[in-house]
């Protein structure tokens, strides 16, 4: 089993339904982030959590919220979603103690905002 | 404000060619540097990473890169392509300081496209 899970992992909707996405890890990680991925732009930041009572917006959060649930556990919401946040979105989780930064990935959900 | 600039949206390579991925970052401090691969359909898995010492880096396969602190460049490189390397490519830049005031906020470039002929 994946130590980072995502689901759903492909979702298509409509223009103003509310979307969850969630995210569950199995690393023992503290740090929890959501990145959305463009053509071309690259990953962009959502929010980060270093912590359950932790959490910070990234440089593209206008639109989304999250919930960290548990240590375990941190969830994407889109509470009235719009075509341009069509994008694939990365959960990812860091140790601190590693030192470097090192990011470690799940395998991504697909959403499609028609 | 840290940034990541990959000059190259598509390479095309042959297999059995070597291949260089072009990586320049902006940073204040001393960088953390990564290589991310992305396997179509896939999640992202570390290349490789610097973070000190040797500044030619090793990485999972048969990857290196090199850390040129006065070009600001994190190059990949690879000297034989095999058809399974067919990837998207992204680099990102971290930092020291303040780490442990920010946390592990990477930023990330836009990536490379890299196609394999046969």
């Known amino acids: 089993d994946a130590d980072v899970t995502q689901t759903p992992r492909n979702r298509i909707t409509k223009t103003g339904k509310r979307i969850m996405l969630e995210c569950s890890q199995t690393k023992g990680h503290d740090r929890m982030y959501w990145y959305r991925q463009d053509p071309g732009l690259g990953l962009r930041l959502i929010y980060y959590s270093f912590d359950v009572k932790d959490i910070n917006k990234g440089e593209i959060s206008d639109g989304y919220s999250v919930s960290r649930q548990a240590q375990a556990k941190f969830s994407l919401s889109l509470e009235s979603a719009i075509p341009n946040q069509t994008a694939l979105y990365f959960c990812?989780?860091?140790?601190?103690?590693?030192?470097?930064?090192?990011?470690?990935f799940g395998e991504g959900s697909r959403l499609t905002v028609l | 404000a840290q940034s990541v600039t990959q000059p190259d949206i598509h390479i095309t390579v042959s297999e059995g060619a070597s291949l260089e991925l072009r990586c320049n970052y902006s940073y204040g401090a001393t960088p953390y540097l990564f290589w991310y691969v992305q396997s179509p359909g896939q999640g992202l898995q570390l290349l490789l990473k610097y973070f000190s010492g040797d500044t030619l880096v090793q990485g999972i396969k048969g990857f290196e890169a090199e850390f040129k602190r006065s070009q600001s460049s994190f190059n990949l490189r690879k000297p034989s392509v095999h058809w399974s390397d067919a990837a998207e490519y992204f680099c990102?830049?971290?930092?020291?300081?303040?780490?442990?005031?920010?946390?592990?906020?990477?930023?990330f470039g836009g990536g490379t496209r890299v196609l394999v002929k046969p």
């Open positions: 990102a830049v971290g930092g020291a300081l303040p780490f442990k005031a920010a946390g592990n906020k990477l930023t």
């Open positions: 990812a989780t860091s140790d601190p103690k590693e030192g470097t930064g090192e990011l470690f």
